[in-house]
């Protein structure tokens, strides 16, 4: 299908600007009447720009990347879905508290646990905790808009309001009305007061920021006729403000609103006698309704709420989507949590729960219907279509990101998934709120799922990853259009220090210390003939001996040997190497010796990095009073040349990184300022260039918090660096350099958490990344 799209507003600097890439899905059309591929938008390699809170263009990355304003960087979600925000048409804010309280049957339910509970929102400070934690949990689950219900007191509004306005949240929320059929302290005193009240609340709160007020009736069976007549009032001498009401879920509710109502000819009538039936308003649960009544909801462009966890957990009935979305009345329906008689705020497990009791009434929805259910046609049940629930350029910002391989058994069940329909039917099925990789509103992360399993990483004081503790290995791999793969486990690797990575022959290698408490060098292999990693082994020399390690090693290929250069005590500052060999006269590791130029003197650094250039091994190192020495190897004597001082003093902070680039040995360096550097050596003149700073496009300098890795591939030099964001969490970036264009605008290396340490190295094609988790 393909995706409509806006260019990016033209300008200088970024303002606003969010750039996500990932697959886009999202609903042209209702997929009920038509086929669901019909429906279906879909860009695989998609890129969603956004500037001030709304969507600004929508399609192919390749097509509008090159378009994006100054200074605007690219957020990557390699193989995840990024779909329009969840649309939650109903649920109580004031009962998350009471989720999963023993049901009995609607009216017992209300009277034994739900109103005991909605009494104590009339505390503020008590409100004020459950609409922090509300947001929270429903942003965890990816839902950016709800339609809520409060309590009787104008408190319990505030209190969601301002918390939803500080998230920037378009969320629409009403003090509840109700006057009869319950606990003296939860009822309005009158229905002039329970509209005077709701009048107040509506000048207080509608329009401001995302803000929408919701006229709420609680039922007909809390309701006189005359607070009912009064919401109908209030609800329509303020256009666009919306209703919400409970229709329909319990027989016994239904009976008692007969006796209740006996001049009415059933209970939709009772709703729209009172003027309470129209766009915006919505009804939740409508188990238990006549033809008549679902013809009245379709010609009115009234919307339902279907809530199955709260249907099925209290007893309440089956929903029928086969008379919701008959295709010559249709109703507008959206998929509703209902917490807390619903059992989760997750809509991802609500759809799970939907396809069911559609099974049972023998109307089994695919996962495009599903996830139409949970976006556009919440917004359509909302009458907000044209404002959220859709990707399309326009709509507001509000969208989720999910991931297909958040759980094991998810990522068993997509490995191998052909459709997009099949993706998010597994999502639907399986998916809970570990599959929400981030959800944004307003274009912005409003939350963001730790990828770390428990127990989650502890941070220092300073915000700053503990380096002293063991990380498990991950890796990702790059390609040049489709970009960052997922980011995996090296199996059962370890270690306290980032990982030396280098292709040699047709492996990939990992050298890695082991842990903390066993300080040796150790090794993975990546096979690209089975796409797995190898055991991982213990390095020993040729005489048995175990390599002590302490830090990151270097590793390099050079001629038919792989190189190591490494460290093996905190407190000795000699560089060590050794040298493996798959094959010839002398096979496996070399004995591990000290780094000694031609007179016999040790080499000492506090950092060292190798490449092959020009026929020998070359090892540019950080010396303990910072500045950059170098000196070469060759393969053939065994023999290391004296060390030289890199000319002009230049001193490096970090460990500096080196690597072949068409005909010069290029070295980056961080200078001490955080800011990534970078010069030259060419072996023709045997001189080093200045050193200069890496700058984007828009001249900003690129910075780092931690030593970087460099590679060539396919005719660009990648680097890869580290920065931490403003929740403490370490993310990995890189940027290319071009002869001809210099270096591009830095860009997430996928969705990779990492902490410090990590290498990068080509090999037979991908581009692969190793580092701590």
Known sequence: MNAVTTPPEAGGGCGAVTAVRGSLVWFGEDPFPTSGEGALEYVEDGLLVCRDGRITAAGEYSDLVEKLPVGATVVHHRDKLILPGFVD????????????????????????????????????????????????????????????????????????????????????????????????????????????????????????????????????????????????????????????????????????????????????????????????????????????????????????????????????????????RHRKRPVHTGLGTDVGGGTSLSLLQTMGEAYKVGQLGHVPMDGTKLFYLATLGGAETMGLEGVIGSLAPGHEADFVVLDPSATQLLAARTAESETVDDLLFALATLGDDRAVAATYVGGRVAHERSPCPDPKPRRSSRRRWNRSRNRELRWLKFEEGTGWSKDLEVPGAWSPHGPGIEAYKSLLYCLHQDTAANPFLWWDVYDKETGAWRGDREITDVLGNRVPNHGQPAVSHANDFLYCVHHRDVSDTRLWWSRYNIEGPEPGWSADQVVKEPGGREVRATGASLTVYDGLLYCVLRREDSTLRWLSHDTGTKAWSAESDVPGGFTSSRTPVVERFKDHLYCVHDRGDDQLHWMTYSSVSRSWSGSRRIEDPDGNPVRTSYAPAIARYNDHLYCVFHQEDSGGWGRLWWTRYDEGKGWSRPERVGAAISSAGFDVSAYHGPLFCVHRG
């Open 89 to 324: 048409p109903h649920v109580h804010y004031v009962q998350t508290r009471i989720i999963g309280a023993y049901g009995d049957q609607l009216l017992d339910w209300l009277q034994n646990s739900v109103y005991p509970e909605e009494a104590r929102f009339a505390s503020r400070a008590y409100a004020e905790r459950f609409a922090k934690l509300f947001c929270e949990q429903i942003l965890r689950n990816g839902t950016t808009t709800a339609l809520v219900n409060c309590a009787t007191y104008p408190v319990s509004v505030d209190a969601l309001f301002e918390e939803t306005h500080r998230r920037g949240m378009r969320v629409a929320a009403g003090k509840v009305l109700m006057d009869r059929n319950a606990r003296p302290d939860l009822l309005d005193p009158s229905p002039r007061q329970g509209y005077e009240e709701s009048e107040a609340l509506i000048r207080k709160w509608h329009g401001v920021g995302r803000s929408l007020y919701a006229v709420t009736p609680r039922f007909a069976v809390a309701c006189t006729g005359e607070m009912l007549r009064l919401a109908g009032k209030l609800w329509h001498e303020h256009p666009g403000t919306l209703m919400q009401t409970h229709l329909a879920e319990n027989t016994d509710e239904v009976e008692e609103v007969r006796r209740l109502f006996p001049d009415r000819k059933d209970y939709v009538d009772v709703y729209e006698h009172y003027g309470l039936l129209g766009r915006g308003a919505v009804f939740a649960h409508s188990v238990h309704l006549e033809k008549r009544e679902w013809k009245r909801l379709s010609a009115t462009g009234s919307g339902v709420a279907h809530c199955p966890t709260s249907n099925l957990f209290l007893g309440s009935g089956l929903f029928s989507m086969r008379d919701a």
